[in-house]
């Protein structure tokens, strides 16, 4: 059974500059796609990109293993900060 592609009905409007506009139509043909296609790949790709910079990062092994370590260790208590989180703040009901 062939796989269903979900119906598309949201539109997006974009404006570019006569230049920006050549470039993704020269990308866009290069690429054997439509001009739609070739964006909306574009903007999705990036927008994982952007979105997963804010989740995952990467460390060499050896800042990972400190890294790690600091995760791992117990809780310092800290009675200033207790002591501020416990007072009473005018802004706050």
Do not use: C, G
């Not at 050549?22 to 070739?38: C, G, P």
């Not at 997963?52 to 400190?66: G, H, I, K, P, T």
């Not at 009675?79 to 802004?91: K, N, T, W």
């Amino acid at each position: 059974m062939p796989e269903r592609v979900p119906t598309k009905t949201t539109r997006l409007n974009v404006r570019t500059s006569p230049e920006q506009d050549t470039l993704i139509r020269q990308a866009a043909e290069a690429s054997h796609t439509t001009m739609s296609e070739f964006m909306l790949e574009s903007a999705t790709a990036r927008a994982t990109q952007v979105l997963a910079d804010r989740r995952w990062f990467q460390l060499e092994s050896e800042s990972y293993d400190e890294f790690k370590a600091l995760l791992d260790r117990p809780a310092i208590f800290k009675p200033r900060l207790a002591a501020s989180l416990r007072a009473d703040y005018p802004f706050f009901d």
